[in-house]
């Protein structure tokens, strides 16, 4: 199956600052999705980016498919931005989606 | 719109008792998913529907059953729970057409002692 890798696996960032996080899967995918968990475990969904660039306010992503990776960018760091972002994938018509072991952002004020 | 809910949102369990988890979506999707999250990882996918009437293992499927009730409702069941059970479970739903984005339920957090 597909293999998800996220780096890095942990992340410190005092408020204010940039940070892009990266996502790298090994077969052709027709979903990829970035998601935020917060600390009270809720899972919210950022970018649904199977290819191409979005940007939602401070955050942007970009996904390469021809190169198999994905890059979330947070731009300007804040107190809130703090839980564990998620990469997940998808492939055939099912829906199913493969998800990575998370970067863990803290974000200090 | 609610989008995704689930029912409860805490349980705590003994090893051998059963449950069923609730799952309800209200974004009339045609597929609906069950995934859990262990302490330190990311989502690992029990079973899924891909619609009405259709309902497949996904990774780690053992100990568990599953019942796509209607287009909105998709309900898991643990028969005799385990202690190896014990984690955070997510019901989640999804078009599954050309534009396939996956929406979570807020999840159930559940303890086998």
């Known amino acids: 199956g597909i293999q998800v890798e996220q780096s890095p696996p942990d992340l410190i960032l005092q408020e204010g600052a940039n940070s892009t996080l990266r996502c790298n899967f090994s077969d052709s995918v027709n979903n990829l999705q970035w998601f935020h968990q917060n600390p009270w475990g809720q899972l919210i969904n950022l970018f649904y980016i199977p290819s191409g660039t979005k940007q939602n306010g401070r955050l942007s992503a970009t996904t390469v498919a021809t190169e198999r990776y994905s890059l979330l960018y947070i731009s300007s760091s804040q107190t809130t931005d703090s839980g564990v972002y998620f990469c997940a994938v998808g492939s055939g018509n099912t829906g199913k989606l493969i998800f990575g072991q998370g970067t863990t952002l803290q974000v200090k004020p | 719109n609610a989008g995704v809910t689930q029912t409860p949102k805490f349980q705590v369990l003994k090893t051998g008792q059963s449950m069923t988890l609730q799952c309800a979506q209200d974004?009339?999707?045609?597929?609906m998913y069950w995934y859990r999250q262990d302490p330190g990882m990311g989502l690992r996918l029990i079973y899924y529907?891909?619609?009405?009437?259709?309902?497949d293992k996904g990774e780690v499927p053992n100990g568990y059953n599953v019942s796509r009730l209607n287009k909105r409702e998709f309900s898991l069941r643990l028969e005799s729970a385990a202690p190896s059970q014990t984690s955070v479970y997510f019901c989640a739903s999804s078009r599954t057409d050309s534009y396939n984005e996956q929406f979570f339920g807020p999840g159930t957090r559940l303890t086998v002692l």
């Open positions: 529907s891909a619609s009405e009437g259709t309902t």
């Open positions: 974004m009339n999707h045609n597929s």
